[in-house]
């Protein structure tokens, strides 16, 4: 299934792509879907009302996760480029729900940096409450699969060693459009698939979630080892080579790009770089 939360009529839908139409679940977003039991159940059963794909407003596929935990320095290509050794442990760093956009909406780069950057990433999306999984239950805990840009002040990141304070921005984080379900995918709950990030259309970014350190799998089993995974939980799982602040020179986003971070299978975020509005 590919399942997405759309607005419509000035609220949000958790909607089923079938098709070219999008059927309406039942329920407000996809995280108040996730929080049923047997959530799969009324998702692929439901028929209400029906809305067209083509030019849908897509929210971010889950508005409001109880958390979104990232991982840095997870493919191996992108740890060489940044001069690193392969980790023996994920790097974890977390996003705030006012972080997140919708799979259209408008990349507000904030006056404050002068380092504004991109990273495609591969997102898990949690679907039941676990904590120290492993094995069967660890891939029972995946949902599904979503497409995030990981948008970083690299300026902010790297002021002191912890990275939050470049990762946390409002409003620049999209995420969507669809979750897709691991039985859609190459690999299952552990796919293996092309991911590509371009700047007003020049390719930035392209390998495949096959070269990724930890999987997603491992990953369940990590962060849940930590704390507690709730349903609609987004776990970004880094990003590959081909980021700006690695290049050299070096690349940023200064305002009116497009950039389109993609991913086989699941989707494609299509979203305007804008310059915040400070009063």
Not at 119 to 125: D, I, R, S, T
Not at 199 to 228: A, C, H, K, N, W
Not at 241 to 265: D, K, S
């Amino acid at each position: 299934m590919k399942l997405a939360t759309l607005r419509t009529g000035g609220t949000t839908r958790a909607v089923r792509l079938d098709g070219e139409t999008l059927v309406d679940l039942g329920f407000p977003d996809v995280g108040t879907l996730l929080r049923q039991d047997n959530w799969p159940e009324p998702a692929a059963s439901a028929v209400g009302t029906t809305y067209p794909a083509a030019g849908a407003d897509f929210a971010p596929v889950v508005p409001a996760p109880s958390k979104v935990v990232c991982v840095g320095l997870n493919y191996r290509n992108h740890i060489q480029e940044m001069g690193r050794d392969l980790p023996e442990h994920p790097t974890l760093f977390a996003k705030f729900p006012d972080c997140l956009i919708g799979a259209d909406d408008d990349i507000v780069r904030p006056d404050e940096t002068e380092q504004f950057d991109w990273e495609v990433e591969l997102a898990v999306v949690v679907g039941k409450r676990v904590r120290r999984a492993r094995g069967a239950e660890a891939e029972a805990a995946i949902a599904g699969f979503t497409v995030l840009n990981d948008i970083t002040c690299r300026d902010w990141q790297f002021r002191t060693r912890e990275w939050l304070q470049g990762k946390m921005w409002d409003s620049t984080t999209p995420v969507g459009p669809y979750l897709v379900t691991p039985d859609e995918l190459p690999g299952g709950v552990r796919p293996s698939l092309d991911v590509r990030l371009l700047v007003d259309g020049e390719v930035m970014q392209s390998d495949s979630t096959g070269d990724l350190l930890f999987d997603p799998v491992d990953l369940i089993e990590y962060v849940s080892t930590i704390v507690r995974l709730n349903p609609g939980d987004i776990i970004a799982t880094g990003t590959p080579g081909g980021v700006g602040h690695a290049r050299r020179p070096e690349r940023y986003l200064f305002g009116g790009e497009t950039v389109v971070t993609e991913i086989q299978g699941i989707g494609r975020l299509e979203n305007r770089v804008v310059k915040a509005n400070v009063s």
